[in-house]
């Protein structure tokens, strides 16, 4: 799925033609409001009178009643009575009086880009499109953030494209375009205050995710879905089961034999017989760690080089597969550990919540992970404002990474440059982290654990959002369901303490899943660990690795130095995370190979005409 949306005046009717679509909607005016390629199954088109909306992607909605609340508007601002009730992760689009309201999901499954053409906005549902109208160079320093590890550039960089002159629009915002053509962000969506009991909050739960899986299975077909043996995974086997989904699932068996994924897999599917399920070896050539970005793959992620791309061949094997059983739609259980899980913040969240039973539940946390008193003491003392904090990240980029048993409740994860970035490399990313600090919109929640929460949905919304733009034309669509924004709310509303209610595992999501999913799969207590598929990936992939440390690209743009990178790939380390700097600059290397400095125009050609769908 791929469109535009043009303001309603004539310069944004203009660049129609320079546009590949194959469908299109119109304005009251006449002239094209949303043009390019989707699914017709994934797209509802509401009208009252002169007045336009649009919904795209998985969902359900009442369109006499959408229809009726559509010309009761007094305002694009009163389209969040509408949009606060759509369930899944849709794109949303209204037309009011000329005036153009367009939006994506809360955590970025679905995302709006912006790029001024011909000097009026122009929004969009990927990057591509836009460097096709704008012809949008490289962006160096941006992408030189993205050779931080673990995990790329923190909250607000975390979805920047590498490409001058295109934005992505805010987390929790809408974007309006009037009839000249200039546009403006507006917050809509927050979380709710976290005041659910653990009932309540796995009622809600229960019920967002119901509607989020009966959505996905109403449009018919086949869906397969990973089961991990996880708990989150396998949470959305049985919902799918329920639904009534033709499913298909995959394992993929763990290298260490010490990982319990395969034995709770196995019991899973067991408890599934209507389900055909598929194990696939731990040993196959589509392994965790391979070269990122390869010849097969030109432009296939114009926002930009991602942390995942080393799981660029599993992700490809897997759709195969799944597209030679029939399915259209593949569920992965991204966003289930920060819903349900424990975020670092979460010990400095829990003191403030419930200081006597948070701080037991916090001396838990420092015995198990072997904090130090002082050093635990000292970080849940902190009161810097989410603008230090950030601050002070960019200062230690280039300082070696911190103890493992040092414990960190700031607002931001606290990456590093790799040792074989460029001094002018760091210096540049230090001043774009510094300037976000002062100059960006803030945390996403005043709450510390929920700001990780939420800021790390968002790289977990991305990852699927590239990951869809990299499968293209495969005919499968990856998809998240505990990254909607029901499911988002419902979660992160119950307190805090009773999400993580000590000595269970996942308290939340087992109570929400409780009568659905067995008993003794929702006792388990631990989750599997992969670091042996990073090593033997690493040490499959080596050669061909090393050759990205030969006329490096990286290296001609100053931003790292190859003989230093190249020393590493030879000799990583022994611990897990010192692949995490190699995993990015790999990703960045292969991306500048595979992707185009600019995008030239499409040839002129015949547009459709205004149509609903």
Same mark, same amino acid.
Request: hydrophobic share 45%; net charge neutral.
């Given at each position: 799925?791929? *469109?535009?949306?043009?303001?309603?005046c004539?310069?944004?009717?203009?660049?129609?033609?320079?546009?590949?679509?194959?469908?299109?909607?119109?304005? +009251?005016s006449?002239?094209?409001?949303?043009?390019?390629?989707w699914?017709?199954?994934?797209?509802?088109?509401?009208e009252?009178?002169?007045?336009?909306?649009?919904? #795209?992607?998985h969902?359900?909605?009442?369109? %006499?009643? !959408?229809?009726?609340?559509?010309?009761?508007l007094?305002?694009?601002?009163h389209?969040?009575?509408?949009?606060?009730?759509?369930?899944?992760?849709?794109?949303?689009a209204?037309?009011?009086?000329?005036?153009?309201?367009?939006?994506?999901s809360?955590?970025?499954?679905?995302?709006?880009?912006?790029a001024v053409?011909?000097?009026?906005?122009?929004?969009?549902?990927?990057?591509?499109?836009?460097?096709?109208?704008?012809?949008?160079?490289?962006?160096?320093?941006v992408?030189?953030?993205?050779?931080?590890?673990?995990?790329?550039?923190?909250?607000? /960089?975390?979805?920047?494209?590498?490409?001058? $002159?295109?934005?992505?629009?805010? %987390?929790?915002?809408?974007?309006?375009?009037?009839?000249?053509?200039?546009?403006r962000?507006?917050?809509?969506?927050? &979380?709710?205050?976290p005041?659910?009991?653990? =009932?309540?909050?796995?009622? +809600?739960?229960?019920?967002?995710?119901?509607?989020?899986i009966?959505?996905?299975?109403?449009a018919?077909?086949?869906?397969?879905?990973?089961l991990?043996?996880?708990?989150?995974?396998?949470?959305? @086997?049985?919902?799918?089961?329920?639904?009534?989904?033709? #499913?298909?699932?995959?394992?993929?068996?763990?290298?260490d034999?010490?990982?319990?994924?395969?034995?709770?897999a196995?019991?899973?599917?067991? @408890?599934?017989?209507?389900?055909?399920?598929?194990?696939?070896?731990?040993?196959?050539?589509?392994? /965790? *760690?391979?070269?990122?970005?390869? +010849?097969?793959?030109?432009g296939?992620?114009?926002?930009?080089?991602s942390?995942?791309?080393?799981?660029?061949?599993?992700?490809?094997?897997?759709?195969?597969? !799944?597209?030679?059983?029939?399915?259209?739609?593949h569920?992965?259980?991204?966003?289930?550990?920060?819903? *349900?899980?424990?975020?670092?913040? @979460?010990?400095?969240s &829990?003191?403030? =919540?419930?200081?006597?039973?948070?701080?037991?539940?916090?001396?838990?946390?420092?015995?198990?992970?072997?904090?130090?008193?002082?050093?635990?003491?000292?970080?849940?003392?902190?009161?810097?404002?989410?603008?230090?904090?950030?601050?002070?990240?960019? =200062?230690?980029?280039?300082?070696?990474?911190?103890?493992?048993?040092?414990p960190?409740?700031?607002?931001?994860?606290?990456?590093r440059?790799?040792?074989?970035?460029?001094?002018?490399?760091?210096?540049?990313?230090?001043?774009?982290?510094?300037?976000?600090?002062?100059?960006?919109? $803030?945390?996403?929640?005043?709450?510390?654990?929920?700001?990780q929460?939420?800021?790390? #949905?968002?790289?977990?919304?991305?990852?699927?959002?590239?990951?869809?733009?990299?499968l293209?034309?495969?005919?499968?669509?990856?998809?998240?369901?505990?990254?909607?924004?029901?499911?988002?709310?419902?979660?992160?509303?119950?307190?805090?303490?009773?999400?993580?209610?000590?000595g269970?595992?996942?308290?939340?999501?087992?109570?929400?899943?409780?009568?659905?999913?067995?008993?003794?799969?929702?006792?388990?207590?631990?989750?599997?660990?992969?670091?042996?598929?990073?090593?033997?990936?690493?040490?499959?992939n080596? +050669?061909?690795? #090393?050759?990205?440390?030969?006329?490096?690209?990286?290296?001609?743009l100053?931003?790292?130095?190859?003989?230093?990178?190249?020393?590493?790939?030879?000799?990583?380390g022994p611990?897990?995370?010192?692949?995490?700097?190699?995993?990015?600059?790999?990703a @960045?290397?292969?991306?500048?190979?595979?992707h185009?400095?600019t995008?030239?125009?499409?040839?002129?050609?015949?547009?459709?005409?205004?149509?609903?769908?």
């Open positions: 799925m791929e *469109f535009v949306v043009l303001p309603d004539p310069a944004g009717a203009a660049a129609v033609g320079r546009l590949r679509a194959t469908r299109r909607v119109d304005h +009251a006449g002239r094209p409001w949303i043009v390019g390629d699914p017709e199954a994934e797209a509802v088109v509401v009252a009178g002169p007045r336009r909306m649009v919904v #795209l992607g969902t359900r909605l009442d369109e %006499t009643a !959408a229809a009726a609340a559509l010309g009761r007094r305002s694009l601002h389209v969040d009575s509408i949009a606060s009730r759509l369930p899944g992760a849709v794109h949303l209204v037309s009011l009086d000329g005036r153009t309201r367009v939006q994506g809360a955590v970025g499954v679905r995302q709006i880009f912006t053409v011909d000097g009026v906005t122009v929004a969009a549902s990927g990057v591509e499109p836009l460097l096709r109208l704008t012809g949008a160079g490289l962006d160096e320093t992408l030189a953030a993205r050779l931080l590890a673990p995990g790329g550039p923190p909250w607000p /960089l975390a979805q920047r494209p590498v490409r001058r $002159g295109v934005e992505a629009l805010t %987390t929790g915002h809408w974007l309006e375009l009037d009839t000249d053509g200039r546009a962000q507006t917050r809509w969506w927050e &979380l709710p205050e005041s659910l009991t653990l =009932a309540e909050g796995a009622a +809600a739960v229960r019920s967002a995710l119901d509607d989020a009966t959505s996905r299975v109403a018919g077909g086949t869906l397969s879905a990973d991990s043996g996880g708990l989150d995974s396998t949470s959305l @086997c049985f919902l799918a089961h329920a639904a009534g989904a033709d #499913l298909v699932t995959y394992h993929v068996t763990p290298i034999s010490a990982n319990a994924d395969t034995m709770w196995h019991r899973a599917a067991e @408890c599934l017989p209507a389900a055909r399920h598929h194990t696939l070896s731990a040993d196959r050539a589509e392994n /965790l *760690f391979d070269v990122g970005y390869t +010849a097969d793959l030109v296939a992620a114009p926002e930009g080089p942390t995942w791309a080393s799981g660029l061949a599993h992700i490809q094997d897997l759709a195969k597969r !799944a597209t030679a059983e029939g399915a259209t739609l569920l992965t259980g991204f966003g289930g550990d920060e819903l *349900f899980g424990r975020m670092p913040a @979460c010990a400095w &829990l003191a403030r =919540a419930t200081p006597v039973g948070g701080l037991r539940l916090v001396n838990r946390y420092r015995l198990a992970n072997r904090w130090p008193w002082r050093a635990t003491v000292r970080s849940l003392l902190d009161r810097s404002t989410f603008t230090q904090n950030l601050g002070r990240v960019a =200062a230690r980029i280039d300082a070696p990474p911190p103890p493992v048993d040092e960190d409740f700031g607002w931001v994860f606290a990456p440059m790799p040792a074989w970035a460029t001094p002018d490399a760091v210096a540049a990313v230090r001043a774009l982290l510094t300037d976000a600090a002062t100059e960006g919109p $803030g945390p996403l929640d005043a709450d510390r654990a929920r700001h929460a939420l800021a790390s #949905l968002v790289f977990e919304g991305t990852t699927v959002r590239q990951v869809n733009t990299a293209g034309d495969t005919g499968i669509t990856w998809d998240a369901p505990f990254l909607d924004d029901r499911v988002v709310e419902a979660a992160l509303a119950t307190r805090i303490d009773q999400r993580l209610l000590g269970r595992f996942k308290p939340l999501l087992t109570s929400a899943a409780r009568g659905l999913v067995p008993a003794d799969i929702l006792g388990r207590r631990d989750k599997g660990e992969f670091s042996a598929e990073a090593f033997r990936g690493l040490a499959r080596r +050669a061909r690795i #090393l050759e990205l440390c030969e006329d490096s690209q990286l290296a001609r100053g931003l790292i130095d190859p003989a230093a990178f190249r020393s590493a790939v030879l000799n990583p611990m897990s995370h010192h692949l995490q700097p190699i995993d990015t600059t790999v @960045c290397e292969s991306w500048l190979r595979t185009p400095e995008y030239p125009p499409p040839p002129a050609r015949n547009t459709p005409t205004g149509e609903h769908r």
